[in-house]
């Protein structure tokens, strides 16, 4: 009895408290812990998810930075091996280029030096023949001459001379068809001379010489062509 008195008194003394909703602070602790329990229980994965995410996070950006780009994946060997086949295929056509320019600007020179002087040589065959015409048209026999017709003379036969010999130095030649067969590279067909004597297409007559610069022609020879005659076709034709 004295015991449940003094546990009466007790509680007198000591009520126990409330909460706003009515609970007593023991409830309400008890319910605090198991809701701070609680979450703590399910704050951890969340924390571990998050930790999965930065791994797979951290997995892809290494993978990424691993795998080497396109370009990268051949073979280095393979790749070397094509820039320097390129390198010495360009490296060809160059020194190609150049021995061809070489040549070509040999070719060139060559042809300068040959013909250079072309237009010169075709305006210079004029006088030239004005000269040859003197010298054929003079006299064979100098001393039945006066004194200044034969200086004359003999000067017109010096130059033409000198010039033949200038003419030969620089490649300029005479042609001279007379008794050839007639060829249409050279000579420049006049007129035809019939004739039983001789075959057809043979120069029986020079109007004008022609002349050649090495082995171009600067002016064909004007010349006239034998025909065969009537008499020695019908002699061929009988045989």
């Given at each position: 009895?004295?015991n449940?008195?003094?546990?009466?008194?007790?509680?007198?003394?000591?009520?126990?408290?409330?909460?706003?909703?009515?609970?007593?602070a023991?409830?309400?602790?008890?319910h605090g812990?198991?809701?701070?329990?609680?979450?703590?229980?399910?704050?951890?994965?969340v924390?571990?998810?998050?930790?999965?995410?930065?791994?797979?996070?951290?997995?892809?950006?290494?993978?990424?930075?691993a795998?080497p780009?396109?370009?990268?994946?051949?073979?280095p060997?393979?790749?070397?091996?094509?820039?320097r086949?390129?390198l010495?295929?360009?490296?060809?056509?160059?020194?190609a280029d150049?021995?061809?320019?070489?040549?070509?600007s040999e070719r060139?020179?060559?042809?300068?030096?040959?013909y250079?002087?072309t237009?010169?040589?075709?305006?210079?065959?004029?006088?030239?023949d004005?000269?040859?015409?003197?010298?054929?048209?003079?006299?064979d026999?100098?001393?039945?001459?006066?004194e200044?017709t034969?200086?004359?003379?003999?000067?017109?036969?010096?130059?033409w001379?000198?010039?033949?010999?200038?003419?030969?130095k620089?490649?300029?030649?005479?042609?001279?068809?007379?008794?050839?067969?007639?060829?249409?590279n050279?000579?420049?067909?006049m007129f035809?001379?019939?004739?039983?004597?001789?075959?057809?297409?043979?120069?029986?007559?020079?109007v004008?010489?022609?002349?050649?610069?090495?082995?171009?022609?600067?002016?064909?020879?004007?010349v006239?062509?034998s025909k065969?005659?009537?008499?020695?076709?019908q002699?061929?034709?009988?045989?």
């Amino acid at each position: 009895m004295k015991n449940e008195k003094s546990i009466d008194s007790q509680k007198a003394k000591h009520p126990p408290t409330e909460n706003v909703d009515g609970l007593d602070a023991s409830e309400s602790d008890e319910h605090g812990g198991v809701e701070q329990a609680d979450s703590h229980v399910d704050a951890e994965p969340v924390v571990e998810k998050a930790e999965t995410d930065d791994v797979a996070s951290e997995d892809v950006i290494s993978a990424e930075n691993a795998a080497p780009p396109a370009h990268e994946s051949q073979d280095p060997l393979l790749t070397m091996t094509a820039e320097r086949d390129d390198l010495k295929d360009q490296l060809l056509r160059a020194l190609a280029d150049t021995e061809n320019m070489r040549r070509r600007s040999e070719r060139e020179a060559v042809n300068v030096r040959k013909y250079g002087h072309t237009p010169f040589a075709r305006d210079l065959v004029a006088a030239i023949d004005n000269l040859a015409r003197a010298v054929e048209s003079a006299p064979d026999n100098l001393e039945t001459l006066d004194e200044t017709t034969k200086s004359l003379i003999t000067g017109i036969q010096l130059s033409w001379t000198e010039l033949q010999s200038i003419m030969e130095k620089h490649g300029i030649k005479r042609v001279e068809p007379l008794g050839e067969k007639f060829d249409y590279n050279l000579h420049q067909a006049m007129f035809e001379v019939p004739t039983p004597d001789q075959p057809s297409g043979v120069v029986l007559e020079v109007v004008q010489h022609g002349y050649v610069l090495h082995d171009r022609l600067l002016r064909p020879a004007m010349v006239g062509v034998s025909k065969a005659g009537e008499g020695d076709d019908q002699a061929k034709k009988d045989n």
